[in-house]
């Protein structure tokens, strides 16, 4: 008899043998329990996990000879037909390579004729998204309305391509990826089975290259006993996956907190001499640095880590090192590599950048800093809202004579108003700049009854609607009244010409006089410099 690859040879026979779809095979068993078989079902999930094997497990259920059961027997006639792909009543159909119209019309007349030997006529058709949209169309009227002995089951791993009417048709089931342990123990069992003598951390790796399917760890192990024969060392898994060793991603990480650059760019010159997959290298950096930043976050990081237990005290010993912050940074550097190298020309300079400022992120937080300083320095120059810390300057106060008490307000008259303006702006410039700005060419035109009438030129029109919406006029009421301690309403119009009096600029330059010299201060401070006179 001619040799059988693990991937087929483990193949699951039963619900049970199901590896982590147990939200799937619970449903169907139910299903079949209850009699509540539908007529269309969809599986989706990625590659490798099981699609197509359980659709084979639920034929041989309907049709088996004590069937429909929860548990077919994989003994009878009917069950080892469907296992070998050979029965006349299950029909599976590649979608890639027969996705036309044609093949759906062939399909839609056959359905017609009753099942040979079982019970149902059970049709298989993986890759259902490869379907033409007019062989979708074909389908619809007999997914709608198919004969009583018709079971179709559709797998996918692009569900987003299937149409919703399609969709709309079928029960979705969706398939999820395994977990590293589980790939893990299933592997474990294979290898007591076939009598293989192989390092656990070796099992590991063949469980993270797969990336969640089983069919692909499987097919590796396979590989690896025609390349070491019954012994596999984790040096020869690394080599046969193209994965890196978790010694190797604790030696990168060592040379990162000891901040050794040039060891580090040996590191990765020796990866790449090796042959190592660049984007697959900085994918185990990503995760190699999110278990540290899980085991320094974590209260139990045993279950938050798919590594073998002395592989996670190694971990939770190099996260002692670092702190959260500086983990957040690394990964942060990291995924940022992982778009880089897949859009560069040259893979190597990514991940060499990448080292350098791994190895050396003190000098670089440093230069962020100052650099961070200077954005603030250039704002407080250019009058921005953020400035230097000076000491408050005292509050205006209305000029009261000696025999007066300090509750009682002054009169109110225009003449006031125009005293205060100033002052006025100046309140308003340090609350809101824009509003300030738009105050600039205004000035007050007349008060009656505590009524303030600011007057604009038409050429500032612009101005005068700005302030009247947004909560503005609100401010400027609020801001006079303050000032000239009487309750203050405001009404604002358009003349024919204005006289400018007051600048918001004269006032700003007043104002950052003393400001200036405080940002020369800290200038000088960061950059430890000398101040020269002319």
């Known amino acids: 008899m001619s040799y059988i690859v693990f991937a087929r040879k483990w193949r699951p026979k039963d619900f049970n043998s199901v590896l982590g779809q147990e939200h799937v095979t619970t449903t169907l068993r139910n299903a079949i329990a209850q009699n509540r078989v539908a007529h269309a079902y969809i599986f989706s999930g990625p590659r490798g996990v099981g699609k197509t094997t359980?659709?084979?497990?639920?034929?041989?259920?309907?049709?088996?000879?004590?069937?429909?059961?929860?548990?077919?027997?994989?003994?009878?006639?009917s069950c080892k037909e469907i296992s070998n792909s050979t029965n006349l009543d299950v029909i599976e159909i590649d979608g890639a390579s027969n996705r036309g119209i044609d093949e759906v019309r062939a399909l839609r007349e056959n359905i017609k004729f009753a099942p040979t030997r079982g019970k149902f006529k059970v049709y298989i058709i993986d890759e259902v998204h490869m379907l033409t949209?007019?062989?979708?169309?074909?389908?619809?009227?007999?997914?709608?309305?198919?004969?009583?002995?018709?079971?179709?089951?559709?797998?996918?791993?692009?569900?987003?391509?299937?149409?919703?009417t399609i969709l709309s048709r079928c029960q979705r089931f969706d398939f999820k990826r395994l977990t590293v342990n589980e790939i893990a123990g299933k592997l474990k069992e294979i290898i007591k089975s076939?009598?293989?003598?192989?390092?656990?951390?070796?099992?590991?790796?063949?469980?993270?290259?797969?990336?969640?399917?089983?069919?692909?760890?499987?097919?590796?192990?396979?590989?690896?006993?025609?390349?070491?024969?019954?012994?596999?060392?984790?040096?020869?898994?690394?080599?046969?996956?193209?994965?890196?060793?978790?010694?190797?991603?604790?030696?990168?990480?060592?040379?990162?907190?000891?901040?050794?650059?040039?060891?580090?760019?040996?590191?990765?010159?020796?990866?790449i001499s090796g042959g190592k997959d660049i984007p697959q290298f900085v994918n185990s950096l990503v995760v190699h640095f999110r278990n540290l930043l899980v085991a320094k976050t974590s209260d139990d990081p045993q279950a938050l880590i798919d590594l073998p237990k002395e592989m996670i005290e190694g971990i939770c010993a190099q996260a002692k090192s670092f702190s959260s912050e500086t983990l957040l940074y690394i990964l942060t550097v990291l995924m940022n590599t992982q778009d880089s190298v897949r859009r560069a020309i040259s893979q190597r300079?990514?991940?060499?950048?990448?080292?350098?400022?791994?190895?050396?992120?003190?000098?670089?937080?440093?230069?962020?800093?100052?650099?961070?300083?200077?954005?603030?320095?250039e704002k407080k120059l250019e009058g921005g809202t953020d400035k230097p810390e000076t000491k408050?300057?005292?509050?205006?106060?209305?000029?009261?004579?000696?025999?007066?008490?300090?509750?009682?307000?002054?009169s109110l008259s225009f003449e006031r108003v125009c005293e205060v303006w100033p002052n006025f702006l100046r309140s308003i410039l340090s609350k809101k700049m824009s509003v300030a700005l738009f105050?600039?060419?205004?000035?007050?035109?007349?008060?009656?009854?505590?009524?303030?009438t600011i007057a604009f030129s038409k050429e500032h029109n612009f101005h005068k609607e700005a302030l009247e919406a947004n909560g503005n006029r609100k401010m400027i009421e609020n801001a006079l009244?303050?000032?000239?301690?009487?309750?203050?309403?405001?009404?604002?119009?358009v003349v024919e010409a204005l006289e400018k009096k007051v600048s918001?600029?004269?006032?700003?330059?007043?104002?950052?006089?003393?400001e200036t010299h405080e940002v020369v201060k800290s200038a000088l401070e960061i950059f430890g410099g000398n101040l020269k006179k002319r």
């Not at 300079?349 to 320095?377: C, K, V, Y």
């Open 54 to 77: 359980t659709a084979r497990i639920f034929a041989m259920a309907l049709n088996c000879k004590d069937g429909p059961t929860k548990e077919p027997c994989g003994a009878c006639d």
């Open 133 to 164: 949209e007019e062989a979708f169309n074909a389908l619809l009227k007999t997914l709608e309305e198919p004969p009583a002995h018709a079971i179709f089951i559709f797998a996918t791993t692009r569900p987003y391509k299937v149409p919703s």
């Open 194 to 271: 076939e009598k293989l003598d192989i390092e656990e951390e070796a099992i590991y790796t063949i469980a993270r290259a797969a990336e969640g399917a089983m069919r692909d760890a499987e097919s590796m192990l396979d590989q690896l006993v025609s390349f070491c024969g019954k012994k596999i060392d984790v040096e020869s898994a690394t080599a046969v996956s193209g994965t890196v060793g978790q010694e190797v991603l604790f030696d990168f990480t060592e040379k990162v907190i000891n901040k050794d650059t040039p060891g580090i760019l040996k590191l990765v010159d020796g990866i």
């Open 349 to 377: 300079i990514p991940l060499e950048l990448a080292a350098i400022r791994l190895t050396r992120r003190d000098d670089l937080l440093s230069l962020t800093s100052i650099l961070d300083r200077i954005g603030q320095l």
């Open 392 to 410: 408050p300057a005292p509050k205006a106060e209305p000029q009261q004579h000696k025999d007066e008490k300090i509750t009682e307000p002054l």
């Open 439 to 452: 105050l600039q060419p205004a000035q007050p035109l007349k008060l009656e009854e505590k009524l303030l």
């Open 481 to 493: 009244s303050e000032i000239l301690r009487h309750d203050i309403r405001v009404d604002m119009k």
């Open 504 to 514: 918001v600029e004269d006032l700003l330059q007043e104002e950052h006089q003393e």
